[in-house]
């Protein structure tokens, strides 16, 4: 490719669990490069699988790999000719909830490194002698459930942390992963004077000088008080308890204090190490800006403002929304929005998704085909009249709501929607194939109308009196779901490309303003490109507008396909649905 000297670019960096990707944009916002370094491929002598070390239900991945990965992605950009003396600003994406123990070296190291140009590859100026622990814990581990137990039970049980956290306690997240290794491992934890996410462990290789931790990313460690924005005084103090008598750095010293928070103008970290500059040729004025989480950066690859969803239909399916509400619950989880003020970003996380559907594929086609032309007739066939009935299809155990694998179908009465009776099957496995793809969307339709703005609401006439439960939401009048619908619905994920299954969601979840559908293989390191054109020209006084009103303008909205606009009157008609499915889940 032909690179204009006259343009600009911008990389974004996305560090997953098995790979780093580096993507680069133009100021047009066109994609114009692209290099991945997978690391049991590229980086096989580290013996990871898949990019991590399993040992039991410890899982955790060596903090020099991704070093090296990092100078091996710059290097096949380089390689390839790619300009990097016109890249002007970079952010990116890391995996979620990791965290990587710094020595009392590793700001000298930085500094004398990073810094100051040396030679030297990154893994030869920090690692061992930078790190407390070699390995860092990825977001896979199970190893932390005496701490998560311990953790919730000091502000009230899963539903206390998950309302000032917006989370429950989970095994993965970093505060419970701290304390496990501050009562296992003492000596590395004595001996570990900085504490980073795995976002800012990179902002940090890249600034050569340790930075604070990003607000949004910082939602994802059950330390931080959303409503408060500041870290929770009790949770903080379980960890330090642990070392009450030592005269050793408190964790929130070592979490380098509270995080850098995320308002409408943006914070510049500084500008690239000369490391980069001498050995890549990057321009010495290139500002590096907060890296984030990687779902956080995927809802900042679409132009997504209040009340929009992305669904993601996938093996599991995954919803993501913006919202300016802070409803928490157990089953979900509530970040702080990383570039727009005020509001949050929701994700519900479902474990049932294509491979359900898969199954009843399979129990139609009946002769082992993997063709879904069956399927689909059925889930659009306006005849076969599934009107009473409901189905839970959870091959899977499940997380919302939280059970174990199930099967059940049931038939209800259509006027009270009081369960009648449960079937073991319906007439026939078609009337499976339409209620399971009614049931996953109704179950998305009702866990994100909590969350819904009053300004999308859409006024119904009922005065039912009657109460549904969904969840930690108990006894609520069944008004408030009749009411809300999102605003624009984004599907993405292997289940998008199925009209037939996206165009049932539109129906059931009535996106007010259209229905979308896009291939996204880049979208953590793309939200990390956008981020940084935007913060470089707000940080340059070239933009005053917000991030969502700048990508809403410069978003190329002609790779979107645009599926449907979704119908009231079929909207409405999955409203007689929902206290059957409130009825059925109590049952499970």
Request: proline share 4%; hydrophobic share 35%.
């Amino acid at each position: 490719m032909t690179y204009s000297p006259k343009d600009s670019y911008y990389l974004g960096v996305d560090l997953s669990t098995q790979q780093l990707k580096c993507l680069a944009i133009n100021q047009d916002l066109k994609i114009v490069h692209s290099e991945t370094v997978e690391f049991g491929k590229d980086l096989p002598h580290f013996g990871t699988h898949k990019g991590v070390y399993i040992k039991g239900d410890r899982i955790e991945s060596p903090v020099a790999m991704w070093l090296e990965a990092l100078d091996l992605v710059l290097t096949k950009y380089q390689g390839n000719k790619f300009p990097l003396d016109q890249v002007v600003a970079m952010s990116g994406s890391c995996q979620q909830h990791g965290s990587v123990f710094w020595s009392n070296e590793a700001s000298n190291l930085l500094e004398q490194g990073v810094s100051s140009g040396s030679a030297k590859s990154l893994v030869e100026q920090l690692s061992p002698r930078a790190f407390a622990r070699p390995t860092a814990p990825n977001w896979q581990d199970h190893s932390t459930g005496k701490q998560c137990s311990k953790m919730e039970e000091s502000v009230g049980g899963s539903a206390g942390m998950a309302n000032v956290t917006g989370s429950r306690g989970h095994f993965r997240f970093t505060g419970p992963q701290i304390l496990k290794i501050a009562q296992e491992e003492p000596e590395a934890y004595e001996n570990t004077d900085t504490i980073t996410l795995v976002s800012n462990f990179l902002s940090s290789i890249l600034c050569g000088k340790l930075v604070g931790l990003e607000e949004a990313d910082a939602c994802g460690m059950n330390l931080y008080d959303v409503k408060e924005r500041k870290f929770h005084n009790g949770l903080i103090q379980i960890i330090d308890d642990v070392y009450k008598n030592t005269k050793g750095k408190r964790v929130r010293d070592k979490l380098i204090g509270e995080p850098i928070k995320c308002e409408k103008q943006p914070v510049n970290l500084g500008f690239i190490g000369k490391y980069f500059v001498n050995k890549y040729g990057f321009q010495d004025k290139c500002s590096i800006f907060p890296f984030t989480g990687d779902n956080l950066a995927t809802i900042c690859s679409l132009p997504l403002q209040n009340n929009d969803i992305l669904v993601s239909l996938g093996t599991s399916t995954t919803v993501l929304l913006v919202t300016d509400q802070y409803h928490p619950s157990p089953n979900y989880h509530l970040f702080i929005h990383p570039t727009i003020p005020k509001a949050y970003m929701g994700m519900i996380c479902y474990c049932n998704g294509s491979l359900a559907r898969e199954k009843v594929r399979d129990e139609i086609n009946q002769n082992g085909s993997t063709n879904w032309d069956k399927f689909n007739n059925a889930v659009l066939d306006e005849n076969l009249d599934t009107s009473n009935e409901l189905g839970i299809y959870f091959p899977l155990g499940e997380i919302v709501p939280s059970v174990p694998a199930v099967t059940k179908r049931v038939l209800f009465e259509a006027k009270t929607g009081e369960l009648d009776h449960e079937v073991e099957k319906f007439v026939d496995e078609r009337h499976d194939a339409k209620n399971i793809v009614e049931s996953q969307a109704l179950s998305c339709r009702v866990r994100i109308s909590p969350l819904l703005s009053e300004e999308f609401t859409k006024t119904t006439n009922s005065n039912s009196t009657t109460f549904v439960s969904f969840d930690h939401d108990k006894d609520v009048p069944l008004e408030t779901y009749l009411n809300k619908r999102p605003k624009r619905a984004f599907f993405v994920g292997g289940g998008s490309k199925n009209d037939a299954i996206v165009n049932k969601f539109a129906e059931v979840l009535g996106a007010t303003q259209g229905n979308y559908r896009l291939d996204t293989p880049n979208s953590c390191a793309l939200g990390g490109c956008y981020k940084a054109v935007w913060s470089d020209l707000y940080d340059k006084n070239l933009t005053s507008s917000g991030f969502d009103t700048f990508l809403q303008e410069k978003f190329p909205w002609d790779e979107l396909e645009h599926v449907c606009d979704s119908d009231t009157k079929q909207w409405e008609m999955y409203n007689k649905k929902i206290v059957p499915l409130s009825r059925l889940e109590s049952t499970l």
